[in-house]
C-alpha cells in the first residue's frame, strides 16, 4: 500500500466536462478526509473511500469522511499560465490519531464524492489528545495545493 502525492486523473477529466466549480461563494463543497499508511491512494483514486482512513481515537473532532473544508475558503487565480487553487488550512481538534496522507474530494460534483487530490505527508503525523493541521502551501504558481499548467 502506498500514497503518493497526485492530482487525480478522474479529477483532470471532470474539469474538462465542467464537473468542477471552484467559485468561492457558490461553487462546489469540498472535503478532507486522513489517511493511515495502509491506504493506496495515488492519481488513480476516483473517489471518497474509508479503506485505510485514519480514525481518531480520543474526543476529538475528526469523524469518518473527514471534515469541510471552509466554504467559501477556496481561491483561484492564473498567473504566467499556471491556473492554483488554495483552501483555508483545515483543523481537528481534541484528536488522537496517525496519518500519513489525506484525500481532497468534492461533495457536490455529478460524481458523488469525486476525488481531486491526494496530498502525502512524506511519513505518518501524530496528534495526541490535540490538534492536527493541514497547512496548506502559499497561493503561489509554483507552490499552490492544486497547479494545473
Not at 483532470?12 to 478532507?32: I, S, V
Not at 502525502?120 to 489528545?129: E, H, L, M, R, S
Amino acid at each position: 500500500m502506498a500514497i503518493a502525492q497526485a492530482i487525480c486523473n478522474s479529477f483532470k477529466k471532470q474539469l474538462l466536462e465542467g464537473d468542477a466549480n471552484f467559485t468561492q461563494t457558490t461553487g462546489d463543497k469540498f472535503k478532507l478526509a486522513l489517511y493511515q499508511s495502509t491506504a493506496n491512494l495515488s492519481a488513480s483514486a476516483t473517489a471518497y473511500t474509508a479503506t485505510g482512513e485514519a480514525t481518531d481515537t480520543g474526543s476529538g473532532d475528526y469523524a469518518a469522511g473527514g471534515k469541510n473544508l471552509a466554504v467559501g475558503s477556496q481561491q483561484t487565480s492564473v498567473a504566467t499560465g499556471v491556473a492554483i487553487v488554495d483552501f483555508a488550512d483545515l483543523s481537528f481538534t481534541g484528536v488522537t490519531l496517525t496519518a500519513r496522507g489525506a484525500l481532497i474530494y468534492n461533495t457536490s460534483s455529478a460524481v458523488t464524492n469525486a476525488a481531486v487530490a491526494v496530498l502525502d505527508f512524506g511519513g505518518n503525523k501524530t496528534a495526541t489528545a490535540g490538534t492536527f493541521t493541514i497547512q496548506f502551501p502559499a497561493f503561489t504558481t509554483s507552490a499552490a495545493i492544486l497547479r494545473i499548467s
